[in-house]
C-alpha cells in the first residue's frame, strides 16, 4: 500500500494556533480559560488540539485528554473516566475512587429498571471528577482536552459543565473540540454554560490554497504541479481529504517527480472522500480487508482481543491480517487500543457493507461478545444494531443494560430503554409507558419529566469569585517563594453546597422507569 507519511507540521491554523497559544498564557492569570474547537469532520480539530496540548506539556502544565467515540456515547462518564485515567488499577487512591463508584452497576439481570430523579451515585460521581479536577488544579496548572464532544456521554457532559463552574478561578484551561453535528440536548446545554462562563469559539474552514499547497508538498517531499493541483482541488481544503487523496494517485502510482515538480498522470479521482477512501484501501489484501470490516463494527477503537473474539481468529493470525493496515496509516496503534487513523475512514469501510451483512455481523459480534462475558452495554449496542424487530435477545441486552447504567447515568438508562421499547411490539404487555412520564402521568411507570434529561442541575455559568477563598495567590507553585502557605479548605466545598441543596430538594422525589421490562 502507497506509504502516507503524517504531515509533519500544521498548515494554515496560525490564527487558531495563536488564539490557543494565548489561552494556555491565560492559564497563568487564574482564570478559567475556555476554547472550543467547531468543524467538519477531517478539518483538523484533532490535530489543533493535540497541537494545543503538546504546548502545554511543553509549558509544564498537566495534561489531562480523552476523546469520545461513537459507539461508546452510552458508557456513563466513559468520555471522563479515561481522560482522567480513573481505573480501578490506578495507583491514585481519587482515581481508584471513582472507578469503584462507576463499577458500582444496578442489578443486571432482574428487578425494575429504577431510574430515579435523586441523583444518588451520579451526584457523587460528577462530585468526585471535581474533587479530583479541583485537587490537580490547586496543585499545578491544568489543561482538560476533550476531543469528539459531540459523541460524548450525557454524564460527562453535565460533568463538564459543573467542573467548569468550580474550576472558574483556577489556573485551569478547558480545550473541547466537536462537529457542528450530531448535536444533542446535553451538549447544547453544555455549550450554553460553556458560552455563559466565557467560551471561545474558534470554526474550522477549509484549509487556504497556499496551506494546500504546502500540505501536498510536505507529503510528497515534492513541489507540487498545476495538474496535481487541480486534482487536489477537489478535495475542497478538507487536510483529511487532502491526504487521503495523495494516498489513493500515489497507490495508483499516478504521481510522477520530474526535476522536483510532481505532476498526475490523466486520471479522473472519484468524486468523493468515502470512495477515495475505498480506492486507496482496495489494495489492501483481502484478509487485511476482511479484518478491516470486522473492525469496523466495533467503531473507531477497538482491542485486538475484541476483534479477535467477534472473529473467531487468534491475536498472532490477526497481528499478521493487521499489519499492512497499520504500515498504510488506515490504523493506528494508541498504546492499549488500535484506533482509524480517522473516524471517517473507519465510516467509509462500514458505509460500504451491505445493510443486511453490517446487522448479521453486528449481532454475531454481540453475541460472540456476551460469551466472553463483555460489559453489557458493550453486548446491547453490538446486538441493538444487529436487531429486527421484536428481537427478544436485543430487548433483553438493552434492559439489562440499562438496569446496570441506571445509578450512575439515569439519561443513559432512558436511552436505552428507549431503543428496547422501539425494538418491542406495541401491543407487548411487558412495553413501558413512554408518554406516561412525559404527560406527568402515572408517575410510577414510564418516564419522569425531570428526569429525561439531566437529573443533577445543570450549572447556569460560573459561580461568584469568592470574596476569601482560594486566589492565584494561594497557590503554592503561583507563590512567590518563601510566600506563606495556602490555607486550604476542603475539596469540593463551594459549588457543592448549590448542587445539593437541589440534589436535596429532589431526594424525595422518585420515578420508576420500566418497571417490567425484561
Ligand atoms: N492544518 C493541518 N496541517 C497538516 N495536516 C493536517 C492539518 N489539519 C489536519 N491535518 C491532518 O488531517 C487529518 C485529519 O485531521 P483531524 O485533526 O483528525 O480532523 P478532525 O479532528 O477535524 O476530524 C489528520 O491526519 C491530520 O494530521
Ligand atoms: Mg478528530
Redesign the pocket.
Known sequence: MGMLA??PR????EAEARALGEALDRVASGALTIMLIE?E???????LLQDALQDARGRGMQVVTGRAEELERTRPFGLLAAAFGCASSSPDPRRAAIAALLATHGRGDQGPITVTSDPGLQFRTVDAFGDLAEELAVSGPLVIGVDDLQWADPSSLLTLATVSRRLAYLHVALIG?LRPAPRVAELDRLCGVLEAAGARHLALTA?ADR?VHD?VADTIAADPGPGLLAEIAGAAGN??FV?ELLGALLQEGAIRTVGGRAEVAELALPPTLRLTILRRLSFLPDDTLQALRAASILGSSFTVTELSVTMARTVLELSRMLAEAITGRVLEDDGDRLRF??DLIRDAIYADLPGSVRRGLHREAGQRLAGVGAAALQVAEQLARGARREDAEAIGWLARAAREAAPTSPDVAADLLDRATRLMNPADPGRPHQAAGRAGQQPDVGRPRRSRRGSLPWPAGPRPRPERGRTRADLPWARPAGGRAPARRAPGAGARGAVLGAHQRRASKRAWLGKHCP
Open positions: 503524517p504531515a500544521t498548515l494554515g491554523r468543524g469532520a477531517g478539518i483538523g480539530k484533532t490535530r473540540c484549509l496551506a500540505l487536510p483529511l491526504t487513523r480517522h
